[in-house]
Structures are given as structure tokens and as C-alpha cells.
């Protein structure tokens, strides 16, 4: 059975950044790609990036550039995305999900003083 | 990008009929290799998106038939017959042709 298992929710101060990992099972980690995905607030599903595991290679929307990064350990079978120097403007729901089936539960990161 | 739009923005179902979600692309999605890029979720309440149909047309596994795909280049139908208590929530169209992948805003499905 494939499986997302996402890292806790978050609460963050502004300005700093957090570190948001996806750990996949009940596949073979390196042959799919890992999307990444905001949803704000009683909003829509917004595409943050790509990465490709076998080969590192990474795809971002425009607008997230500068804003994540993201990541894969193939030893531990685990993608990550790191967003920084935070604003209200990032708190959302985000979403991991293998390729366009498979979703992550979501993580909540909360950006407050 | 790729500007999906759909419509209604929602819809009230009595059980047991049908609905009919439509989503338009501002490009065809339809790759020279003959797929259509073209999905469509189902965002339960407080759940994660469900994928439904994939590449247009392809039931997602463990998606009950009542669920079906269709459409040309650039207009797409999502149906849903015998509409039951468990179909609400927000269904969302997306393109996976190109980056950067876009989605619709959403229609949200409601029981009457």
C-alpha cells in the first residue's frame, strides 16, 4: 500500500523558515516523482515544485521560487521542502503527493508572532 | 500558465441523480502522444485530494464507477451518477501537461 506520511503541524515565527518532510512507502521511492502542494486557507490547490529522486532534479513554479526548496533522501525514502523567511502569506495546508495520485495527510504551517 | 476554469462554482444534488462538473483549459491539453492531461480530485471535508479520473477518461483505482471522464482538447466533463451522501466535498479539475501545473478553483458538491 502506498503510503505519504507528513511531518506535524507547525507554528512558526515570521521570518524564519521550517523544514517539512514526506515519507513515502509501499513503493520504490527513486521511480516517481514527489509534487509539492499549497492550499491556503478555504482556498484552491496551488503547485509549489517538483522533484524528480532518481536524478535530483528539481522544477519549481515561479512564484515559490526563492520561497522553497526542495529535496529527497533516497536512503530513508523521505522528500522534504523547506520554506523560508516566512510570512502570514505561507500559512496554509501543504501537500506532498507521488506524482498525481497518491497525497500526503498535509502539513498545517501556522506563520505567527 | 495554463488557466484552468470551472463551473459551476457549486452544486446542490438530490441523491440518487446525477451532476455534471465542467473545466475549461486556456490550451489544449491533448500531448502529440495522444494523452490528455487532464484530472480531476475530490477534496473530502478535512481530508487530503483524491485523485478520480486520470488523463481525462481513466477511472483512479478504487474509485467507484459511478465516476466518469470525458471531454475534447480543451473542455472536460466530470459526471457523477446516483449521487450519494459520500460524493460532497470540492471537486477540482488539474492539467499535468506543462509546468507549472494549474488547477480550478474548485466546485463544491452538495446534497439537497
Known amino acids: 500500500e502506498v503510503k505519504l506520511q507528513q511531518s506535524g503541524d507547525e507554528l512558526v515565527r515570521p521570518g524564519a523558515s521550517v523544514k517539512i518532510s514526506c515519507k513515502a512507502s509501499g513503493y520504490t521511492f527513486t521511480n516517481y516523482a514527489m509534487y509539492w502542494v499549497k492550499q491556503s486557507p478555504g482556498q484552491g490547490l496551488e503547485w509549489i515544485g517538483t522533484?524528480?529522486?532518481?536524478?535530483?532534479?528539481?522544477s519549481y513554479n515561479q512564484k515559490f521560487k526563492g520561497k522553497a526548496t526542495l529535496t529527497a533522501d533516497k536512503s530513508s525514502n523521505t522528500a522534504y521542502m523547506e520554506l523560508s523567511r516566512l510570512t502570514s502569506e505561507d500559512s496554509a495546508v501543504y501537500y506532498c503527493?507521488?506524482?498525481?495520485?497518491?497525497w500526503g495527510q498535509g502539513t498545517l504551517v501556522t506563520v505567527s508572532s | 500558465d495554463i488557466v484552468m476554469t470551472q463551473a459551476p462554482l457549486s452544486v446542490s444534488v438530490t441523491p440518487g441523480e446525477s451532476a455534471s462538473i465542467s473545466c475549461r483549459s486556456s490550451?489544449?491539453?491533448?500531448?502529440?502522444?495522444?494523452?490528455?492531461?487532464v484530472y480531476w480530485y475530490l477534496q473530502k471535508p478535512g481530508k487530503s485530494p483524491q485523485l478520480l479520473i486520470y488523463?481525462?477518461?481513466n477511472l483512479a483505482s478504487g474509485v467507484p464507477d459511478r465516476f466518469s471522464g470525458s471531454g475534447s482538447e480543451t473542455d472536460f466533463t466530470l459526471k457523477i451518477s446516483r449521487v450519494e451522501a459520500e460524493d460532497v466535498g470540492i471537486y477540482y479539475c488539474g492539467q499535468l501537461l506543462e509546468n507549472p501545473l494549474t488547477f480550478g478553483s474548485g466546485t463544491k458538491l452538495e446534497i439537497k
Open positions: 490550451k489544449s491539453l491533448l500531448h502529440s502522444n495522444g494523452i490528455t492531461y
Open positions: 503527493a507521488r506524482s498525481e495520485a497518491y
Open positions: 522533484i524528480i529522486p532518481l536524478i535530483d532534479t528539481t
Open positions: 488523463r481525462m477518461s
